[in-house]
């Protein structure tokens, strides 16, 4: 591993990321030493490229910084889209905001590297890339988009059952993991990825998956069209809108509207939120949008939120979460199985890159089926 890592990456940089690393962890020289064992000269030795370390060292620091130790030795991916408020927060003042991005970016590249490895090994065949080729430089266009994109994987006009599932089909390979910030994405050479937090609620999870593939299909801040001509905010506008389009098409809750009375348009929009699985404020946002009700209405939905007994109540039943039990795309899941069972990672490698979603009983039960 060192050696590799050190054509890969030079001692000064290595450090540097340990630096980055210890910083975002809110980790003085001298705590980070005391919790690895080493002098506190010798930490800033090694931050400043002038001491080399060893794999048990830099193992012994990621676990001190929960931080993955492959940020450390693999070259960080060109191109990244994020939120505004994670760009932001990543070359702002504020030190904790910013540690939570250096944090995201970390586990994003970590993620990359494990779908890569499937990818190179052969067991895991990477999608075409479901990009918008027409220009999109507003929300009406974000919106048209989604419309595409829904034609493309032959979703219609009916719930999206599976975000992991959907995203992995347009080519982006998505990871539910813990973050403190809502979600990231990038693209890679052939490759794109993306990660939403799991401590988010069910439906804000999906919200933030189709955003992170909103970013991959209307393109990103360094090559697009609607990053050329739109500001940060606008762009974000426009991904957001793609969201809620691509989860919640217009024209399935437009007949909201047409109900007799407010009693009976929050009653109907229940069964919608349910049907199609999306946070509340979502559908209010959507049912706004598409002239079904006016402001003052939309406020008072918005500060209605329904229960999990009128969900249930709305379909006879319960709908399941999405992106909760599921931590990783279904393919991506299948290609490490078919690695465990060729040998060609371990039960304990197969448990990491499954990002807790089986156990090692689990995977060595399904290997040895």
């Known amino acids: 591993m060192i050696a590799h890592m050190q054509e890969e990456l030079s001692w000064a940089l290595i450090g540097e990321r340990v630096r980055v690393g210890r910083a975002a962890a809110g980790l003085s020289q001298q705590a980070l030493a005391d919790a690895i064992g080493l002098e506190r000269s010798m930490v800033s030795k090694l931050e400043k490229g002038d001491r080399r370390v060893d794999a048990v060292e830099l193992t012994r620091i990621a676990r001190a910084l929960h ?49 890569r490895q499937l990818v190179d090994d052969g067991f895991l065949r990477v999608p075409r890339l479901l990009r918008c080729r027409q220009r999109v430089t507003d929300v009406d266009g974000a919106r048209r988009a989604a419309g595409w994109l829904r034609g493309e994987l032959g979703l219609g006009e009916g719930p999206v059952d599976s975000v992991a599932d959907v995203c992995e089909r347009a080519g982006q390979f998505v990871a539910v993991v813990p973050l403190r910030t809502e979600g990231a994405s990038l693209v890679d050479g ?76 929050r009653e109907a929009l229940v069964r919608v939120s349910a ?7 979502l559908a209010v946002t959507q049912l706004r949008r598409t002239g079904g009700v006016g402001w003052d209405e939309a406020r008072r939905l918005r500060a209605c ?18 992106l909760a039990s599921v931590r990783v795309p279904p393919r991506y899941a299948s290609a490490v199985v078919a690695a465990l069972r060729a040998a060609a990672i371990t039960p304990a490698r197969a448990v990491e890159m499954m990002r807790g979603q089986v156990t090692t009983e689990d995977l060595t039960e399904e290997a040895a089926d």
């Open 67 to 115: 931080w993955p130790l492959s940020s450390f030795l693999d070259p960080a991916p060109e191109v990244v889209s994020r939120r505004s408020a994670l760009a932001e927060a990543a070359s702002s003042g504020d030190s904790d905001a910013a540690r939570e991005a250096h944090r995201a970016e970390a586990v994003l590249s970590e993620w990359l590297r494990d779908v």
């Open 305 to 322: 939120t329904p229960t999990d007994v009128e969900f249930r109540d709305a379909l006879g039943w319960k709908p399941q979460p999405d």
């Open 275 to 281: 049907t199609y699985r999306v946070s509340w404020t």
């Open 190 to 265: 052939e490759i794109a990825a993306a990660v939403v937090s799991g401590d988010q609620a069910p439906g804000r999870r999906r919200s933030t998956g189709a955003h992170e593939l909103g970013h991959m299909v209307l393109g990103d801040e360094f090559s697009s069209d609607l990053g050329v001509h739109a500001s940060r905010e606008e762009r974000e506008r426009a991904v957001e809108a793609f969201a809620a389009e691509f989860l919640l098409p217009g024209g399935c809750v437009s007949p909201v509207g047409e109900e007799a009375d407010e009693e009976a348009r």
